[in-house]
C-alpha cells in the first residue's frame, strides 16, 4: 500500500459565534511513506499540501492511504467531508472512494488518515473537502479547506 503524511500547520482561527470558525492553516506538500518505493515514473502522490493528487502505477489494484498530522495541543482533528461529487452516470463518489476513515488524537495532537480505494471508475475526479478541526481553549470548530485530485498513472 503507498502512504504518505501531509502536516498541517494553524497559523490564526477565527470563532465565528453561530458559524463555523474559519481557519488560516498551511498544509506541507505529501511526503511519500511507503514501506516500499514506487515503481518508475509519476510521483504516487505529489501536489502543496492545499491540492493533493494520487497517482498510482497502471494496473495497481489496491488503496493508499494518506494521513493529515496536526502537531499542536490547542487543536483536536474531528474528521472531514467529502462533497458528494458526483460521476458522470450519476453515483456519489466520494463516499465509494474514501470509504475508511481514522482519527487518532493524544495530549500532543493528533492524525486523520483517510484511505482512498483508487476505484479506477473514478479516474480524473477532483474532490472537494474540508478537514474539521477544534479549538480545545473555546470547543469552537473550524474548517481547512482544501483538495484531492485522483489520476491515474499513463505509463
Same mark, same amino acid.
Given at each position: 500500500?503507498? =502512504?504518505?503524511?501531509?502536516?498541517?500547520?494553524?497559523?490564526?482561527?477565527?470563532?465565528?459565534?453561530?458559524?463555523?470558525?474559519?481557519?488560516?492553516? =498551511?498544509?506541507?506538500?505529501?511526503?511519500?511513506?511507503?514501506?516500499?518505493?514506487?515503481?518508475?515514473?509519476?510521483p504516487?502522490?505529489?501536489?502543496?499540501?492545499?491540492? &493533493? =493528487?494520487?497517482?498510482?502505477?497502471?494496473?495497481? $489494484?489496491?488503496?493508499?492511504?494518506?494521513?493529515?498530522? $496536526?502537531?499542536?495541543?490547542?487543536?483536536?482533528?474531528?474528521g472531514?467531508?467529502?462533497?458528494?461529487? @458526483?460521476?458522470?452516470?450519476?453515483?456519489?463518489?466520494g @463516499?465509494?472512494?474514501? @470509504? =475508511? &476513515?481514522?482519527?487518532? @488524537?493524544?495530549?500532543?495532537?493528533?492524525?486523520?488518515?483517510v484511505?482512498?480505494?483508487?476505484?479506477? /471508475?473514478?479516474?480524473?475526479? /477532483?474532490?472537494?473537502?474540508?478537514? $474539521?478541526?477544534?479549538?480545545?481553549?473555546?470547543?469552537?470548530?473550524?474548517?481547512?479547506?482544501?483538495?484531492?485530485?485522483?489520476?491515474?498513472? /499513463?505509463?
Open positions: 500500500m503507498y =502512504t504518505a503524511t501531509v502536516q498541517i500547520a494553524i497559523n490564526q482561527f477565527n470563532v465565528n459565534p453561530g458559524a463555523y470558525a474559519t481557519i488560516d492553516a =498551511t498544509l506541507s506538500p505529501p511526503v511519500n511513506t511507503s514501506p516500499n518505493p514506487p515503481p518508475p515514473g509519476p504516487v502522490f505529489s501536489g502543496d499540501g492545499q491540492q &493533493i =493528487t494520487v497517482c498510482v502505477p497502471q494496473g495497481y $489494484l489496491g488503496a493508499v492511504q494518506f494521513t493529515f498530522q $496536526l502537531p499542536d495541543p490547542n487543536y483536536v482533528l474531528v472531514i467531508a467529502v462533497d458528494p461529487t @458526483r460521476a458522470p452516470d450519476g453515483p456519489s463518489v @463516499r465509494q472512494q474514501f @470509504r =475508511t &476513515i481514522t482519527v487518532n @488524537r493524544d495530549p500532543s495532537g493528533g492524525q486523520l488518515t484511505t482512498d480505494s483508487c476505484n479506477a /471508475e473514478f479516474n480524473f475526479i /477532483e474532490f472537494n473537502y474540508v478537514i $474539521l478541526v477544534q479549538q480545545v481553549a473555546s470547543g469552537a470548530i473550524g474548517i481547512i479547506d482544501p483538495g484531492i485530485d485522483n489520476d491515474p498513472n /499513463e505509463n
